[in-house]
């Protein structure tokens, strides 16, 4: 079982940064991932970025690509998120989660956080 526990969020400027980490409660593990959502008020839910575990691969999606970074610290079983140029549309709270199973990267995740919320003003 995996527990995981979302900081790092909070209210900042456009153009600023932040860096969200989770942290998990398991063993490290080998065949996982772990990657980030997030969902605006009156939206779905998104994937954002996913980093496999094992070998440190990362995907970032279109919209975030060359701003946010997705990155692990094994030792600590910890996954960052480091958010620069921060803008409104990128408003949100934030998951955490976690995938033992084989998948794919935007979806077969099978642990959450509680989520931590961003919100960027102009």
């Known amino acids: 079982q995996v527990q995981l526990v979302e900081s790092g969020g909070g209210l900042v400027q456009a153009g600023g940064s932040l860096r969200l980490s989770c942290v998990a409660s398991a063993r490290t593990f080998s065949r996982s991932r772990m990657g980030w959502f997030r969902q605006a008020p009156g939206k779905e839910r998104e994937f954002v970025a996913a980093?496999?575990?094992?070998?440190?691969?990362?995907y970032h999606v279109d919209s975030v690509k060359g701003r946010f970074t997705v990155s692990r610290d094994n030792a600590k079983i910890t996954m960052y998120l480091q958010m620069n140029n921060l803008k409104p549309e990128d408003t949100a709270v934030y998951y955490c989660?976690?995938?033992?199973?084989?998948?794919?990267?935007?979806?077969?995740?099978?642990?959450w956080g509680q989520g931590t919320q961003v919100t960027v003003s102009s």
């Open positions: 980093i496999s575990w094992s070998s440190g691969r990362t």
């Open positions: 989660a976690a995938g033992l199973s084989a998948g794919s990267w935007d979806r077969d995740y099978d642990y």
